[in-house]
């Protein structure tokens, strides 16, 4: 292990600690700064640091209990110090409880705390001492506090799922979130299955693990690799990252050979490509330039020469457009919560109050954009998220104010979803969904745990007027 491997995590963890950078961006500047480290260096680095971000609220509960000075009254660098001091002792095996205390109390006497040594030392040994048996919140009187500390979620949205979907399902959901979640990748269509497999074999050849997806046959899981760009088949355009929930949103369209595509919130880009193989045509718009920049670099590598990328803000309707799309994507800017496995520091940000923004401006997006589609075409709406308020409260208010029939999306998806879509309806224990049973077929919220994928809501309509 490189000396400096764990004063480069403290680094990382104060300077996200400032809230001016999101996890996974810091994350891999950090990694592209010190390249040059061994494979073992950079991934403890990465683990430790996402490993942290995952269980900052259940190291706060722990610190609270056996500290003399609370959470929030400690010095950020012992605060953070301990935190990686804990995800070491909690969730590393074969780091000696030892080496992890001396190495906190000598990385704290280097960054100007030699008086605190002591205080270090002894929090992180009386939590070596006991970490077998650590204490939580009552389980059967404090369930929602209990679930909260264990899975290391808000308790706020940990309350709402409660709410939403009963506790079977949430402990489940909760559960399935902190498992590790691969870098997911989609082949291009046209490549036949021997094809697709000499690839698969190529990438397994170069020391990473690669899985395919049990929903669809051109979707894989890759583990145990440094960089997605070094893989085999990358650079040659044969892939793409994308997850497999991303890509059922577009199964789920349905898009025929002569269809004219719009997407008007396409970065990075999944969806727009995945059509593009599909479609006779495909607009891809977003917002600035940096993500226009991100689609047409992924859609020169896929050689996509079908698509059209424009700057274009989604909160104004562009006139020209109307009635023009066979089928309009509308995938609009969410709370994330169902990507809580990749981006770890989301669940930090999210309260009631900026779930309500965005539920404000999806509105505002399909309102202006829902104009696009033609009488009889298709819209699919989506988002990473796991919230009712963005979700499926969205579809009522979609079929109440505006020209659009909730459509069936059970031909378009398979099987093994579907029925994993039943066990959550079996399971759940929530409030009402206030969904009609054709508006209910209509759309699949994915949850991980029972899906293997992020966490993903679907929904189809058609205009009929």
Known sequence: MGENTREIVLDTLLELEKGREYSHRLIKAVLDKYDYLAARDKAFIKRLTEGVLERRLEFDYYLDHFSSVPVRKMKPLIRNLLYLSLYQLLYMD?????AVCNEACRLAAKRGFQNLKGFVNGVLRSIARQKDSLPLP???????LYDSVKYSMPLEITRMWFE?????????????LLNIHPVSLRF???LSAEEREGWVERIRESGARIKESPYLPYAYTVENTESIAALPGFSQGVFTVQDASSALAVEAAGIGPKDFVVDVCAAPGGKTLLAAERAKRVLARDVSEAKEALILENAERMGAENITVQVYDATHTDEALLEKADVLFLDVPCSGLG????????????TKESMAELEKLQKLI????????????????????IHRGENEDMVRYITEHFPFEPESIEPFLPQAILRQREQIRLQAKGGDLKLTQKEASACIQLLPGYMETDGFFIARFRRTR
């Open 94 to 98: 074969g780091i000696p409880d030892s």
């Open 164 to 176: 939403e979907y009963g506790i079977t399902v949430t402990e489940r959901l909760l559960e399935g």
């Open 366 to 385: 399909f309102e202006k954009s829902w104009g696009y589609v033609k009488p009889g075409g298709t819209l699919v709406y989506s988002t990473c998220t």
């Open 188 to 190: 291009r269509m046209g």
């Open 339 to 350: 990507v809580l496995g990749k981006k770890r520091d989301i669940k930090y940000h999210v």
């Open 138 to 144: 009552d389980q059967e009187t404090q369930r929602d």
